[in-house]
């Protein structure tokens, strides 16, 4: 079964400070994978997308960045935080040829 | 611009009774339209979905509608109970790998015992 874990649960961060989190997927095989941006009591905002190792396509500006350094793994970040930042991130995946999204646990963004 | 309009934007109801969300969209390109459900500080989880060569489609007590011509869909649930009580999303996006998935803004449900 495929299991998606992202890192860490939460955080709480300093305007201007440096961010990376993380996201991986086990026992699935070069899966696409997405990085969501939820606001409080908001809607999603797909903000990368990752069909392969190495490629990140940008749906939405947000002063962020992805990177995808293995097949399993897929990381977000950031070298100065914005107040705007604060949300909830969340990561999914679809089978390569899939359409179907599933989506991890998140990571809960504070900054102050 | 906002292509997916959810309806209504929070909804109460009695235990066993029946629950009624809708959703429209703009653009003719879509053709796969998930419903999410997302529990407080937790990642939203696929309910059901349904493709545009479809108009209904069940699962348990959860039954979704698609209506092509008017570009509306709905999400029915029978005998709701208070575990369903959540927020739920609909989204719509072609049915392609690496698609964009767009989201609606999310119904909030209260299901009272």
């Known amino acids: 079964a495929q299991t998606i874990h992202q890192w860490p649960v939460a955080e709480i961060k300093a305007v201007g400070s440096p961010l990376s989190l993380g996201c991986t997927i086990k026992g699935k095989s070069s899966p696409n994978l997405y990085w969501y941006w939820q606001a409080t009591g908001g809607t999603l905002q797909q903000l990368f997308y990752s069909i392969t190792v190495g490629q990140v396509e940008s749906v939405v500006q947000l002063n962020l960045s992805a990177s995808r350094p293995k097949d399993d793994q897929f990381i977000l970040s950031t070298e100065k935080l914005l107040l705007s930042h604060s949300g909830f991130y969340l990561c999914?995946?679809?089978?390569?040829?899939?359409?179907?999204?599933?989506f991890g646990p998140g990571t809960r963004l504070t900054v102050l | 611009q906002q292509q997916v309009r959810q309806s209504p934007q929070s909804l109460t109801v009695w235990e066993g009774g029946t629950t009624v969300l809708t959703c429209s969209y703009e653009?003719?390109?879509?053709?796969?339209f998930p419903w999410y459900q997302q529990f407080p500080g937790e990642g939203p989880a696929l309910l059901i979905s349904?493709?545009?060569?479809?108009d209904k489609k069940e699962d348990g007590r959860f039954t979704t509608f698609f209506n092509k011509r008017e570009k509306k869909l709905s999400l029915h649930i029978i005998d709701s109970q208070p575990g369903d009580s959540a927020t739920y999303f609909c989204?719509?996006?072609?049915?392609?790998?690496?698609?964009?998935?767009?989201f609606g803004g999310g119904t909030r449900l209260t299901v009272r015992p």
């Open positions: 653009d003719s390109t879509f053709n796969y």
């Open positions: 349904i493709l545009s060569v479809s």
């Open positions: 989204a719509a996006s072609e049915m392609n790998a690496g698609a964009k998935l767009t």
């Open positions: 999914a995946w679809s089978r390569r040829d899939g359409y179907e999204q599933y």
